[in-house]
């Protein structure tokens, strides 16, 4: 089994900083591409950044400049900074991973349970 759990979310004013990590254990053999999703009441979950294995990252328009994904290949965890955060960023936060596991030969994507950032104004 794979497990992908978050951390780091809460409660901060706006202009703040979180940093969000999320951890995959479990029977895992490559992790290729990891990335973070963010859900807010009433809307669509959206896309908001995603690494490769090599590093290249990928944002949505409205987290570039602010928002900085990260990833440590060794210890299978993929980070999110998230600063000058604004009540729009209000969202639960979860993470993915696109992964091969030790029993398959297929690459699947796993999700972690998700994580509320909620931002004051």
């Known amino acids: 089994q794979v497990h992908l759990v978050e951390s780091g979310g809460g409660l901060v004013q706006a202009g703040g900083s979180l940093r969000l990590s999320c951890a995959a254990s479990?029977?895992?053999?490559?992790?290729?591409?990891m990335g973070w999703h963010r859900q807010a009441p009433g809307k669509q979950r959206e896309l908001v950044a995603t690494?490769?294995?090599?590093?290249?990252?990928n944002y949505i328009d409205s987290v570039k400049g602010r928002f900085t994904i990260s990833r440590d290949n060794a210890e299978n965890t993929v980070y999110l900074q998230m600063n000058s955060l604004g009540p729009e960023d209000t969202a639960v936060y979860s993470c993915?991973?696109?992964?091969?596991?030790?029993?398959?030969?297929?690459?699947?994507?796993?999700w972690g349970q998700g994580t509320q950032v909620t931002v004051s104004s």
């Open positions: 479990g029977s895992i053999r490559r992790i290729n591409t």
């Open positions: 993915n991973a696109n992964l091969q596991t030790t029993y398959g030969w297929m690459y699947m994507n796993y």
């Open positions: 690494i490769t294995s090599d590093g290249n990252t």
